[in-house]
């Protein structure tokens, strides 16, 4: 593999554009480079829907098993075939096309990991109408400002969604965030669970119902040929401040680099089973469950339940009985499996696996061992793949078969990206910021309406090289170690959280009067969320209290952001110019010690908050 690492990328990229997609135009040039702003495959004309259905059927695989669909309940299950696939996106397509939606109509989808989440995409895809997929872990309101800021018309959700056989109400909270969002003029509902949802009628039409009479001939709905550089999705992720950002994914560039890094980092052979146990909601589903492994053509777990429903061997029962030979998760759902123990693996034959992967968050040696072990029989290479939410592909990977892996290194960068870590005046160093030097063909292409942000965000602190946020080390071998983020970005179970964005819902409750908020280590989640709370008055916490702001946070933002530990605190600890200092805090949450204290304004409000701190809850 190593000659892979040797070539010219500029060859390199050219060669994979006509190799892993299909032309309605051929590209005339490579890229184009304006820093900071990139362009790739110009002159292209393509659809990323094409790419990942009807060619394949085509080329005469349409028998093939695109997804092994899995319901959460037992048993419910669904072999989807390239050539079905086809037949559903074509009926999403029509039905959307009757509800108006066209080129250039940006569609918001909320859905659970049901067939049709993947399915309305693609049918976006093929229409030219860019989507937005929010996680159906987000509230309301996080919804409808998803949907403010793109300007979405049409909405896609379901009843409700299957958790842990309970069921979560994503259509009434779709009907919330659309009483908040009124841009909306058309909701179409997916029925799931048969559950009670109310339809406000002009506006929702049940998916089964607007779909029943449609057409299913994909030569009478043909895939529009966009530009290369046409926009494909907006994906919402955290920053520093409390808005989550819309980073820009285009169609070409995006879709060569996803199929591309897929196919080497994961070691697609023909047999390939492959299943990432991601949330499609995530950059992770878009990139490795749905565009990548599409545009490949394998074949595909899906998986709608958790990990420990009925039981802690479900997944491994999924493994067993489909022959899974890639595995693709999280860190924190490594770490859970370890907890649980072994014995819920070693009830399966799990001889099909061959390779395993890693993405999220960094894994710490004890996990990628573990899960080395037990999951792959002690042989199984483990990928460690680090990218971001704006590189939309994977940047730093080991490739299988390239040598020996270190448990907790990321390995070098792909072809053609260049990475380094700088020191704060931007002197290369071992360990320091980590930054991308060249463009890549998935680079974002901005942040949805504010240009400024972009730049500022990314490409300000360090002029010409892009800042991702994380700190890493270079080691003498040039294997790249990820240390974390260096900003205010949180990273709770691989889920990017912005300690901003939940001072601002702490703030918004009524009985707060400040907040701070930071991350704590966790041996689970990586990351825990710890809030440091005044309330106004000089009211004193309660159990009640807590409550009451936990599930205000979790209706600002969802319940992935809800903090762990909620320490109530007369006041916060302040430099003399009155910034709150946040390092101080982070020392406390991690039980670290407290470094430099002078700049305190108060320096006995430290040994207080630490007292409460360690009584918290
Ligand atoms: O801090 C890094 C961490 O996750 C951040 C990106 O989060 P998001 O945009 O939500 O995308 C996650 C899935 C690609 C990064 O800035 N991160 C991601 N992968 C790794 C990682 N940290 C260490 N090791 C990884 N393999």
Known sequence: MSAL???DPDEFWT???RARVDWFTPFHTLREWDPPYAKWYLGGRLNACYNCVDRHVEAGHGE???YHWEGEPVGDRLALTYAELQRRVVRFTNTLKKLGVGRGTNVAIYLGMVPELPIAMLACARLGAPHTVVFGGFSADALASRIDDMGCQVLVTQDEAWR?????????????AMAAAPGVRRCVVVRRTDGPVSMTPGRDVWYHEASAHVDEDPANCPCEPLDAEALLFLMYTSGTTAKPKGIVHTTAGYLVGVATTHRYVFDLQPDTVYWCAADIGWITGHSYIVYGPLCNGVTSVLYEGTPDFPDRDRW????????????YTAPTAIRTHMKWGPEFAARHDLSSIRLLGSVGEPINPEAWSWYR???GAGRAPVVDTWWQTETGMIMISPLPGSG???PGSVGRPFVGVEAATLDSQGRPVANGQLVLDRPWPAMLRGIHGDPQRYVDTYWSKYPGHYLTGDGARIDEDGDFWLLGRLDDVMNVSGHRISTIEVESALVDDRSVAEAAVCARPDPRTGQAIVAYVTLK???????????ELRQHVADKIGKLAVPANIVFTPELPKTRSGKIMRRLLRDIASEGSLGDTTTLADPSVVEEIRARAAASV
């Open 5 to 7: 690492w040797d070539q």
């Open 15 to 17: 060669r994979e554009g």
């Open 64 to 66: 093939r098993v695109a």
């Open 164 to 176: 842990r056989g309970r069921t979560v109400p994503l259509k009434a909270v779709a009907d919330k």
């Open 316 to 327: 491994w029962d999924i493994v067993e009985r489909h022959g899974v030979t890639v595995l």
């Open 373 to 375: 072990t037990h999951i």
């Open 404 to 406: 020996t892996l270190k």
């Open 537 to 547: 008055g000089g009211r004193e916490g309660s159990p009640d209290a807590v409550d």
